[in-house]
């Protein structure tokens, strides 16, 4: 006991500096900071989040060898200017600091202003602790040494160590996949405080800063070369089929292929969706190729015709990368960009990674109206969102390229008794019952949407796209969804199977028809810009055309899966597609070198930003980047 004491008396000055500096950021967090609590482990996570990294950013104080009360306060006055900094910032873009924006110049003019604007005389408050600290120190000066021995550093350290695990542990139970998903900054921040977030941020960045550095030009010439070797032959009939027009896309949330044509008591669960799919272009077998970063992956695949990355959001990850978008390739030939989305905007980090995509316009949360009664599951319903979404599409300069992100159809599926428009799927897996009748509601929403386009006069001079994200049905229903396909059981065969997702290219005035030929999400922006009658200056895409034939397609999924016109490969095993069955590896061989050469070449360009290094991509990124944090920020 008198040992703990006698260490406890040392530290009397670092514990008191930290419990200060504790009970400040929680105080901040409560006043400045907008986080939606949903229960009282989340409150109980906000409040403890930040202890264990003052505790260990405070402690570096002990490993100097004199005056370590005077480190204590300039290390707790860094951690309040830190939470200052975010403080500020958060006043003007509603999120938090990340490494890259500090040395965004065009962010920091704005926030010299905002600083100023934010500067009310209450801010002061927000040094009291270390005037305070200030002041002890001065009074008992000498008495607080925080002379500690090697083993009391030692266990001090450990209990902070021991304290950060808890957390985190608490916290990816609450939030499954926390730190290798990274989605959401105010989630991360939420979860295990400003100060751990923005270590994690740093550790981010100096592993993608060191991969850039390395990487090397040539590389790309050698992917280049692949990626001409694997170019297809334009069909004549489609290019330019759509020149000049609007370009409409929606991704369809969590919507899989296998719920089309598909009945609940006899309803049918996408009644507008099986109609659209017989007067569009209907690609019935494209798969999703998304990895961590779900709908952020679908949007990075059909945008750059890249893969995403094997872990974590390329969205997260790379959004400072210099692309080949679609959006940038548009804006390029006189199209106005823009994304449509009712979620907060730092969501994916979409609100960086929108300009280095080339998105002129990113209308989020803070442009739909949103209220309890609109809403249901993860924010606005889509009726709603399409509704709302009409008058934002009315005012951009046409001609536009509009990409609407559904919200609905999100896991897990809830939706108030009106809006419930099948009957229910008998099955006592709520998750699946649930699943058919969002699927049933977003169908209703698009039917709207359609007709409000049409009201609009938006529909004739558009081209609409549409596909499904990713998968809504995750491996732990299958046991519901191989009762409700009349299988005996979901074998690896059925659930690569299950990763297709619908994709429909609608051009008013042509008839359209089924397209079989296996395709995938990176398909889409090479099959989009030839139906536009674009043909980029400098491009660089994995996937093809999917108008025009190819004799070998290849269709490769993030975890390395892969799909021809014969066989599917998937967990190790070659099938052929026509009986189900196993077959010899052999048969698969020549396309396995091929995926895993894809991916890797993809990974290659991600991590090393080798885009940089395309020859006609010297496109003004940074002043897209001014042009839209200004236009974010009205
Ligand atoms: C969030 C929405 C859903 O804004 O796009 O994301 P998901 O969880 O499907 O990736
Ligand atoms: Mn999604």
């Known amino acids: 006991m008198a040992p703990l004491l006698s260490t406890f008396r040392k530290l009397r000055f670092l514990l008191l500096a930290a419990l200060l500096l504790w009970v400040k950021t929680y105080i901040i967090c409560k006043i400045f900071f907008r986080f939606k609590i949903e229960n009282g482990t989340q409150e109980l996570l906000l409040l403890f989040g930040p202890l264990s990294s003052i505790l260990l950013f405070l402690g570096l104080a002990l490993l100097w060898r004199s005056a370590r009360a005077q480190w204590v306060i300039i ?45 009310h005389p209450y801010i002061v408050l927000l040094f009291l602790d270390i005037v305070l600290l ?52 105010e989630m991360l921040v939420k979860n295990i405080g400003l100060f751990h977030y923005h270590a994690y941020d740093a550790l981010l960045q100096s592993r993608s800063s060191a991969q850039r550095a390395l990487a090397d030009g040539s590389k790309l010439s050698e992917i280049q070369s692949y990626t001409a070797s694997r170019r297809v032959q334009p069909d004549t009939n489609m290019f330019g089929a759509a020149r000049g027009r609007n370009v409409i896309l ?59 990355l094997d872990r974590g959001s ?29 979620n907060q905007k730092s969501f994916w980090n979409r609100d960086y990674m929108y300009p280095s995509l080339g998105f002129n316009r990113y209308f989020h949360d803070a442009d739909y109206q949103i209220t309890p009664e609109t809403s249901a599951g993860w924010g606005l319903k889509d009726r709603e969102f399409f509704q709302q979404s009409i008058r934002h599409l009315q005012s951009l300069p046409q001609p536009f390229y509009a990409k609407l992100i559904t919200l609905s159809n ?44 049409k009201d609009a006069g938006l529909y004739e001079n558009s081209v609409l796209v549409f596909y499904g994200d990713h998968y809504g049905i995750s491996a732990n229903h299958y046991q519901v969804v191989a009762s409700y396909l009349q299988k005996p059981e ?35 922006k090479p099959t989009l810009l030839h139906v536009l009658g674009i043909v980029p200056k400098a491009d660089l895409h994995f996937g093809r055309n999917l108008f025009a034939k190819e004799e070998k397609p290849l269709t490769v999924l993030r975890d390395g899966s892969f799909i021809t016109s014969q066989y599917l490969y998937t967990a190790g095993t ?25 991916l890797a070449y993809s990974d290659r ?11 006609g991509n010297e496109w003004k990124r940074k002043e897209n980047q001014t042009q839209f944090h200004e236009r974010r920020v009205k």
Not at 108 to 115: A, C, E, R, T, V
Not at 138 to 155: F, H, Q
Not at 314 to 326: I, R
């Open 75 to 119: 290390l707790s006055s860094i951690l309040t200017l830190v939470l200052f900094a975010n403080v500020i910032f958060y006043g003007f873009f509603d999120d938090f600091l990340t490494i890259p924006v500090l040395f965004q110049k065009s962010n920091m003019g704005d926030l010299m202003s905002s600083i100023r604007s934010l500067l």
């Open 134 to 185: 200030l002041f002890v120190w001065r009074r008992r000066k000498g008495e607080d040494s925080l002379l500690l021995s090697g083993g009391e550093k030692a266990c001090y350290f450990l209990a902070a160590a021991l304290l950060f695990a808890v957390n985190l542990a608490i916290a990816e139970s609450e939030r499954p996949q926390l730190l290798t998903r990274s989605f959401d900054r």
């Open 250 to 308: 929606v991704s369809m949330e969590s919507l899989q292929s296998f719920v089309l044509g598909k009945t609940v008591q006899e309803e049918p669960v996408t009644p507008f969706l099986n109609q659209w799919a017989k007067n569009s272009y209907y690609f019935s077998n494209m798969y999703q190729q998304t990895g961590q970063g779900k709908t952020s992956d679908a949007e990075f695949l059909i945008e750059t015709s890249l893969y995403p």
């Open 314 to 342: 390329v969205f997260f990850t790379h959004a400072g990368n210099e692309y080949v978008a679609a959006p940038e390739i548009l804006q390029r030939h006189g199209y106005y960009t823009a994304v449509l989305h009712a």
């Open 410 to 453: 999100h896991f897990p599926f809830e939706l108030p008794k009106q809006d419930q428009l099948l009957p229910e799927y008998a099955s006592t897996d709520r998750i699946f019952s649930r699943y058919m009748q969002t699927v049933r509601y977003m169908d209703e929403a698009l039917r709207s949407f359609v007709e409000e386009l």
């Open 490 to 524: 979901i074998r690896p065969f059925d659930a690569l199977q299950l990763q297709r997702v619908p994709f429909f290219v609608h051009i008013p005035g042509h008839k359209g028809k089924e397209v079989t030929a296996v395709a995938g999400q990176v398909d889409v």
């Open 574 to 598: 070659c099938y052929d597609k026509r009986t189900e069955q196993p077959v010899r590896h052999a048969a698969c061989r020549p396309y396995l070198a091929r995926a895993k050469k894809e």
């Open 605 to 615: 360009i991600v991590y090393g930003d080798l885009l940089r290094f395309l020859a």
